[in-house]
Nanobody
Framework: VQLQASGGGLVQAGGSLRLSCAASGRTLSSYFMGWFRQAPGKEREFVAAIKWSGGSTYYADSVKGRFTISRDNAKSTVYLQMDSLKPEDTAVYYC????????????????WGQGTQVTVSS
């Protein structure tokens, strides 16, 4: 599986960005797709996840109500719509895929894309 993340950039606090993660190489219908982020000097943390089949979603408390994860099955792409961005959202964002069922832990994920930088200025 190859995952290609894009859409990062520089935005002012309160603004919005949409990240995309295009998947290829394998049918992912049984997978969970997740977004993680890692700020300098910090551990990689869970942001959101979605089940390809059925579309069940999961969010970290820190982003609940501000971020929305979705998927387009026809395009094999997962999106992370980020609204009301805060400076503390600044990090490198990664998309990943896992075939298990516990979406919150990075070590459970089998495949990772390259990161995309999100910077939120105050």
């Amino acid at each position: 599986v190859q995952l290609q993340a894009s859409g990062g950039g520089l935005v002012q606090a309160g603004g919005s960005l949409r990240l995309s993660c295009a998947a290829s190489g394998r049918t992912l219908s049984s997978y969970f797709m997740g977004w993680f982020r890692q700020a300098p000097g910090k551990e990689r943390e869970f942001v959101a996840a979605i089940k390809w089949s059925g579309g069940s979603t999961y969010y970290a408390d820190s982003v609940k109500g501000r971020f929305t994860i979705s998927r387009d099955n026809a395009k094999s792409t997962v999106y992370l719509q980020m609204d009301s961005l805060k400076p503390e959202d600044t990090a490198v964002y990664y998309c990943a895929a896992e075939s298990g069922s516990y979406v919150y832990t990075a070590t459970n994920y089998d495949f990772w894309g390259q990161g995309t930088q999100v910077t939120v200025s105050s």
